[in-house]
């Protein structure tokens, strides 16, 4: 599965950055999809995600009120829209396609697949 990521970048606290996801050629219309994100010297974290339809979302508590997360089928792209943002949201966030069709994302191991991640630089 190839994902491509994009959108990261350095801001400063409490500064904004919107991230985007692709998959050229590939339709994951039925699947649930997300973020994740892996902070150095960290393990892979949940971030948020989405269900198939786009009615429902989920997201870590460190990022509730902050962050957004979106879909367009039509264009087979996610979305994390990233306000407010704080040096502790310093990583590498990776976009993730569930394990299985209709699947909710609501955790790590929801996810099967993932691809290059982009690296979001927030200074204080």
């Known amino acids: 599965v190839q994902l491509q990521a994009s959108g990261g970048g350095l801001v400063q606290a409490g500064g904004s950055l919107r991230l985007s996801c692709a998959a050229p050629?590939?339709?994951?219309?039925?699947?649930?999809m997300g973020w994740i994100r892996q902070a150095p010297g960290n393990e892979r974290d949940f971030v948020a995600g989405?269900?198939?339809?786009?009615?429902?979302?989920y997201y870590a508590d460190s990022v509730k009120g902050r962050f957004t997360i979106s879909r367009d089928n039509a264009k087979s792209t996610v979305y994390l829209q990233m306000d407010s943002l704080k040096p502790e949201d310093t990583a590498v966030y990776y976009c993730?396609?569930?394990?299985?069709?209709?699947?909710?994302?609501?955790?790590?191991?929801?996810?099967?697949?993932w691809g290059q991640g982009t690296l979001v630089t927030v200074s204080s």
């Open positions: 993730a396609v569930t394990r299985r069709s209709f699947k909710d994302p609501s955790s790590v191991a929801d996810f099967g697949s």
């Open positions: 050629g590939r339709t994951f219309v039925t699947y649930g």
């Open positions: 989405i269900r198939w339809t786009g009615e429902r979302t």
